[in-house]
């Protein structure tokens, strides 16, 4: 069974940072990508980030030059590093590990940027 376990949510002051973490469990089949989405009070859930299994990353407009998502293959494990956090970046943040039998979400960590 895959599990995947996130850390690294919390509460920080605007112009922050926090890093996420994202640990993949019981993978049944390779790996093709692992990343991160997000949803905002009243939005729809959207891409924050990807890294595929060739190293391509791509990223929201929004958080260009702001965040940056790595990959440790050896841990199957994913990160993003987020900095200059704005309050429009609270949302319930999800992990994402897609192989190439199933898509695999995790159950979310809370970011919240607030003074």
């Not at 605007?14 to 890093?19: A, D, K, M, Q, Y």
């Not at 009070?41 to 260009?64: C, F, H, I, M």
């Not at 199957?76 to 943040?93: F, I, R, S, W």
């Amino acid at each position: 069974q895959v599990q995947l376990v996130e850390s690294g949510g919390g509460l920080v002051q605007p112009g922050g940072s926090l890093r996420l973490s994202c640990a993949a469990s019981g993978m049944m089949s390779r790996i093709t990508a692992m990343g991160w989405y997000r949803r905002a009070p009243g939005k729809q859930r959207e891409l924050v980030a990807r890294v595929s299994s060739g190293g391509t990353t791509n990223y929201a407009d929004s958080v260009k030059g702001r965040f940056s998502i790595s990959r440790d293959s050896a841990k199957n494990t994913v990160y993003l590093q987020m900095n200059d956090l704005k309050p429009e970046d609270t949302a319930v943040y999800y992990c994402n590990v897609d192989s190439i039998m199933s898509r695999n979400w995790g159950q979310g960590t809370q970011v919240t940027v607030s003074a």
